[in-house]
């Protein structure tokens, strides 16, 4: 989870086996489709983060 102080974060994970994951532009722990980035149990391997 990412949340900016300003703006809004937009931000996707790389998970190891080459696949980018959608784009999240929310935080919450309990909603692990719009909430957070990544799959429980998937590595990640790369972040892209945007400030909008």
Known sequence: MIK???GTAKYRVHTKNGKWLGWITQ?????????????????IDAI???II
Request: aromatic share 14%; proline share 4%; no cysteine.
């Open 4 to 6: 900016a102080t300003k």
């Open 27 to 43: 935080y919450n722990e309990n909603d692990p489709t719009n909430g957070y980035a990544g799959i429980f149990g998937q590595e």
């Open 48 to 50: 892209q983060v945007e």
